[in-house]
């Protein structure tokens, strides 16, 4: 079975342009997590959907960063405009029930000079 | 923040087996211990989680204390593909999140 499935794996920008990340969960799955790493400050959860619906976006750093989760198969991460310290590995992670364990993507490393 | 206390960083010789403490000494009643990690540029991968019981799968096992304060994760025959980060999170089993500490990073000699 295919896991969750980020694109682009690497992304490299320059300061104020605007960057999506996109994730494609596990079928079935009903919910999906985004995470972003960096060596500072570790694995930070940013916002999280069930059923489609945000639940708790509390993380989302500032108004630059926009998630959207439009139906079951597909969720976006957009971050506009970008800053060099957006830069980082995001991970985007899905669930096959209400609490239940996460399934990671293998992120995707963004870099904005 | 997390709610847990873990070494950060453990050796452990290949084939022995590789013992992972977590501390969680204000965990509440509902609250389940789980285990992640983290090998080098990937994804967190799902190892193992437990309320009360000591609980086994085919990659570790879980031993919670009796007070429920404190946890191991086992790795019965670590090897050099073992070598990660392993995060020990707590969370209610009804609560969707799941927040990650700094883990322990765990070498594995050959």
């Known amino acids: 079975d295919a896991g969750v499935i980020q694109s682009p794996r690497h992304e490299v920008t320059e300061m104020g342009q605007e960057v999506t990340l996109r994730c494609k969960p596990i079928?079935?799955?009903?919910?999906l997590f985004w995470y972003r790493q960096t060596m500072m400050r570790g694995l930070e959860l940013l916002i999280y959907?069930?059923?489609?619906?945000?639940?708790?976006d509390s993380g989302m750093p500032e108004d630059r960063f926009s998630a959207k989760m439009p139906n079951a198969s597909f969720s976006t991460l957009k971050i506009q405009p970008s800053e060099p310290r957006d830069s980082a590995v995001y991970f985007c992670?899905?669930?096959?029930?209400?609490?239940?364990?996460?399934?990671f993507g293998e992120g995707s490393r963004l870099t904005v000079l | 923040d997390a709610k847990t206390t873990q070494p950060p960083s453990m050796d452990c010789a290949e084939g022995r087996a590789a013992n992972l403490p977590c501390n969680h000494s204000?965990?509440?009643?509902?609250?389940?211990v789980y285990w992640y990690r983290q090998i080098h540029s990937q994804g967190p991968q799902y190892i193992i989680h437990?309320?009360?019981n000591n609980e086994t799968n085919e990659m570790a096992s879980l031993i919670i204390t009796e007070d429920r304060k404190s946890s191991t994760l086992i790795l019965p025959h670590a090897t050099l593909r073992d070598t990660a980060v392993y995060y020990c999170?707590?969370?209610?089993?009804?609560?969707?999140?799941?927040?990650f500490g700094k883990g322990t990073r765990l070498h594995i000699l050959p």
């Open positions: 992670a899905s669930s096959p029930r209400l609490a239940g364990e996460l399934f």
């Open positions: 079928s079935g799955h009903n919910s």
């Open positions: 959907f069930n059923n489609n619906v945000p639940i708790d």
């Open positions: 204000t965990i509440s009643g509902n609250e389940y």
């Open positions: 437990g309320l009360k």
């Open positions: 999170i707590v969370r209610m089993n009804r609560d969707d999140k799941i927040i």
